[in-house]
């Protein structure tokens, strides 16, 4: 059972323009969503969270939107930039469980063009 | 560089073997997780230690235990190896961080373990 879906596996998008991850949740009980980066090789980095007070956070060129109602939320960059290239996975906690466990999707591959 | 350190970094082993897995948490964080991450697979949530103390579980198999020390390193142990255990093992460790009256945690990563099972 799925319950942090990232549906596309890939995106791909040129130098400048925005990038758009997406990612769907089935468990009503999540209340804290986080981005992380992945490059190979490597752990995943922290990039940005947000809590389900919330509709919105932004860090910089990076910025988060959460629609509760839709179970859905999406991580937004602009502009897009070479380095951007890596696997991005969203993860969610549950209330109540502040020392929690992640639930992770499978990750989106984004490569960013010259 | 996460401040979160994993050893070994490569581990090649053969089917029925034990191995152990090495991680020390950033400085001050006293929860640590354990992940896997199989081919083509997002991050499965294995096992959490706060403080010495086992805190949840999750999809980890009878074949595998953890353990976190007073020093609270953590030691992912994998026994009776199968093909199928090959992957990256991540360790990840968090602090609470207070926000609005409710803690909510950030996990940092450690850069993997990966397991090769012959």
């Known amino acids: 059972d799925q319950q942090v879906k990232q549906n596309s596996p890939s995106l791909s998008v040129q130098e400048g323009r925005i990038s758009i991850l997406n990612c769907d949740y089935t468990?009503?009980?999540?209340?804290?969503f986080l981005w992380y980066k992945k490059y190979p090789a490597e752990g995943p980095t922290f990039l940005i969270s947000?809590?389900?007070?919330?509709d919105k956070n932004e860090d910089g060129r990076f910025t988060v939107f959460l629609n509760k109602s839709a179970k859905h939320l999406s991580l937004h960059i602009v502009p897009s930039q070479p380095g951007d290239s890596a696997v991005y996975f969203c993860?969610?906690?549950?209330?109540?469980?502040?020392?929690?466990?992640?639930?992770f999707g499978q990750g989106t591959i984004l490569t960013v063009h010259p | 560089d996460s401040g979160v350190t994993q050893t070994p970094k490569h581990l090649i082993t053969a089917t029925g073997q034990r191995v152990t897995l090495r991680c020390s948490p950033r400085?001050?964080?006293?929860?640590v997780y354990w992940y896997q991450q199989s081919l083509d697979q997002g991050l499965q949530f294995l096992i959490q230690?706060?403080?010495?103390?086992?805190?949840a579980k999750g999809n980890i198999l009878e074949r595998f235990s953890a353990q976190q020390f007073p020093d609270l390193h953590s030691e992912l142990n994998l026994s009776s190896l199968e093909l199928g255990d090959s992957a990256l093992y991540f360790c990840?460790?968090?602090?609470?961080?207070?926000?609005?009256?409710?803690?909510?945690?950030?996990?940092?990563f450690g850069p993997g373990t990966r397991l090769t099972v012959l």
């Open positions: 400085s001050g964080d006293l929860s």
């Open positions: 993860a969610a906690s549950e209330d109540g469980t502040s020392y929690g466990k992640l639930t």
């Open positions: 230690y706060y403080n010495g103390e086992e805190r």
């Open positions: 947000i809590s389900s007070i919330k």
């Open positions: 990840a460790s968090s602090a609470p961080r207070q926000g609005g009256g409710r803690a909510y945690n950030e996990q940092f």
């Open positions: 468990n009503s009980m999540f209340d804290y």
